[in-house]
């Protein structure tokens, strides 16, 4: 049997070797990834935050490319948005829109809960249910928590965890199941192409 070295993510694996080049067009990739996925938006009437596909695409990123590669996606997406590219939810994009939403928290959240996904999916947590779902969920609670001190600009503690993360639990859970679900099939997958 095939055993996986420490630091390897079920993309490198697929794709090894990684060189440079690959790595920085995954990089381009999955930021391009992130922004088709805020495009999905589903405004709720009672928060100034939407369901967005953007949270699975941020964990999923970081699972799949792993700490360094995953956290520099998100980076460049962020990049991406703040110069102007419609690449935040619905379209929008800007320094301005980055300095003054309601959801500036999630998306500054977003490189550090991807470079959290993609430390324990190097370690192995993306191998069994059970552990990728821990790790995904670890990484939700980080853009969770970003969420809640981004909109504590505008609200109090007690409002933006009503507004900011309450609502989110439930989705999260199920992105968390079906995340945890792909992420060991993918190696289970792999190991039957070797």
């Known amino acids: 049997m095939h055993t996986y070295a420490k630091a390897e993510t079920l993309t490198g694996a697929w794709l090894a070797p990684l060189d440079w080049a690959k790595s920085a067009a995954l990089v381009v990739a999955f930021s391009l990834f992130v922004a088709l996925s805020a495009q999905v938006v589903i405004p709720l009437p009672f928060t100034p935050v939407p369901i967005t596909l953007q949270t699975f695409a941020v964990l999923l990123t970081g699972a799949l490319l792993g700490s360094r590669l995953g956290a520099a996606a998100l980076m460049l997406y962020i990049a991406e948005g703040a110069v102007g590219l419609p690449f935040f939810r619905g379209g929008n994009g800007g320094w301005l829109y980055l300095a003054v939403s309601p959801t500036a928290g999630y998306l500054l959240a977003y490189p550090l ?5 993609g430390w324990l999916a190097e370690r192995g947590w993306d191998r069994k249910f059970l552990t990728a779902a821990a790790a995904i969920a670890l990484g939700s609670i980080v853009v969770l928590f970003g969420g809640w001190l981004g909109l504590l600009r505008f609200y109090s503690a007690g409002q933006a965890f009503a507004l900011g993360v309450a609502p989110f639990i439930v989705g999260d859970l199920l992105k968390i199941a079906l ?4 992420l060991p099939s993918g190696w289970a997958l792999l190991r039957r192409k070797e």
């Not at 995340?179 to 792909?182: E, R, S, T």
């Open 113 to 117: 809960a991807a470079f959290l996904t």
């Open 179 to 182: 995340a945890a679900a792909a």
